[in-house]
Every structure is written in structure tokens, then in C-alpha cells.
């Protein structure tokens, strides 16, 4: 049975993968290929990202040993990164973030990196690891359902544009900031407090 801690990182890794924000982004993108390429292309991507992610998930604790860094400034370093991607969420739009494209099949880069496995996402796992090191299933669970309801929302993205609109969709995206900016300022705090108690 799935526990709160799955729920809420799942949520988490939604709201920053943020598919609802990426779609125009991500249909710019795959206009620019022919038909027959769109579909391998763009989970070639996700596929792409989701490998990144767990690597960051599975060294997370190692990494944060060798390079010495403390638990509390990775939460206030997270809180900091999610807190601008939320204000570029509210206040942007995913294409004033990311830039358009060049024609070019994407390898790598926009896709995978940045638009999905993000500094915000690879911050989020690193965190989620290093705080409770052993419900690792727990996290690459959350994860694995983020990337797949994300490649859901990806691979029907044009047919989700024209049912719900633009305006819906950015207005989805604004909601979405709105919630993520919470989350950061609660995971801000709670760096703070964990480093001035100790």
C-alpha cells in the first residue's frame, strides 16, 4: 500500500517536471520533426531524463559525501532553486525560460536536460535521498509515476492543447507555480531551522 511519503513526493516531482507548463514548449519542439520521428524522439527524452534522475537518486548520499555538503544547505540550495523555477512558472512562460528551438532534432538537450531533468528535479531527488536514505523504493517509486503520467501528458500533447486551450493550459501552469512556491518556502524554512537548532 502506498504510504503519505510516496504521495507527497510524487506530487512534488510532478508539480516540478511541470508538464502542463512544458506541453507548448515540448509541441514547438516535436513540430519541427517529421511525424514518424515525433513518437521515438520524445521517449527517447524522457527516457533520457528518468536515467539521470535515479543516477542523481542512487549517488545521491555519496555524492553529497564527496563534495561535502550538509543536509540542511542542500534543503536551503533547494528550497532557493525550486522558490525561482516557481517564479518563473507564475511570471514567465516555458519558452521565455527555455528558448524555441532550431529546427534540429533534440538529443539531449532541450528535452531531457534542462526541460525535465532540471537543476529543480535533480535538487528535489538529491534531497529526498539524503533525508530519509532508506525508503529509496519509496522515492524511485514517486519518481517512476511523475515520468510516467509526464509522458502521458507529452505523448497526447497536442490533442490536450486543442481540448483544453491555451488559456487553461497556462492558467494550469500559474496554479502549479503557485503550489510549488509553497512547497520551496517550506523546504527553505525547514533548512534554516534544521542548521540554527543544530
Given at each position: 500500500m502506498l504510504n503519505n511519503d510516496f504521495w507527497s513526493a510524487f506530487v512534488l516531482l510532478l508539480l516540478i517536471l511541470d508538464p502542463f507548463g512544458n506541453l507548448p514548449f515540448f509541441i514547438a519542439i516535436m513540430r519541427q520533426l517529421p511525424e514518424s520521428r515525433r513518437i521515438p524522439v520524445a521517449l527517447r527524452e524522457i527516457g533520457i531524463a528518468y536515467v539521470v534522475l535515479l543516477m542523481f537518486m542512487w549517488g545521491g548520499k555519496g555524492f553529497l559525501g564527496l563534495i561535502g555538503l550538509s543536509q540542511p544547505s542542500l534543503e536551503v540550495a533547494?528550497?532557493?532553486?525550486?522558490?525561482l523555477v516557481a517564479i518563473k512558472m507564475i511570471f514567465s512562460t516555458t519558452s521565455e525560460?527555455?528558448?524555441?528551438?532550431?529546427?534540429?532534432?533534440?538529443?539531449?538537450?532541450?528535452?531531457?536536460?534542462?526541460?525535465?531533468?532540471?537543476?529543480?528535479?535533480?535538487?528535489?531527488?538529491?534531497?529526498?535521498?539524503?533525508?530519509?536514505?532508506?525508503?529509496?523504493?519509496?522515492?524511485?517509486?514517486?519518481?517512476?509515476?511523475?515520468?510516467?503520467?509526464?509522458?502521458?501528458?507529452?505523448?497526447?500533447?497536442?490533442?490536450?492543447?486543442?481540448?483544453?486551450g491555451d488559456s487553461v493550459m497556462r492558467a494550469g501552469e500559474k496554479l502549479m507555480g503557485?503550489?510549488?512556491t509553497a512547497i520551496a518556502v517550506n523546504m527553505l524554512l525547514g533548512g534554516l531551522r534544521t542548521y540554527f537548532l543544530a
Open positions: 533547494g528550497g532557493v532553486i525550486l522558490l525560460i527555455f528558448g524555441g528551438g532550431d529546427g534540429r532534432e533534440p538529443m539531449i538537450f532541450p528535452l531531457a536536460i534542462p526541460l525535465l531533468a532540471g537543476p529543480s528535479a535533480l535538487a528535489a531527488v538529491l534531497l529526498l535521498t539524503s533525508r530519509q536514505p532508506g525508503q529509496l523504493w519509496t522515492w524511485v517509486a514517486a519518481l517512476t509515476g511523475a515520468i510516467v503520467v509526464t509522458s502521458s501528458l507529452f505523448l497526447m500533447a497536442e490533442t490536450l492543447l486543442k481540448w483544453v503557485l503550489i510549488l
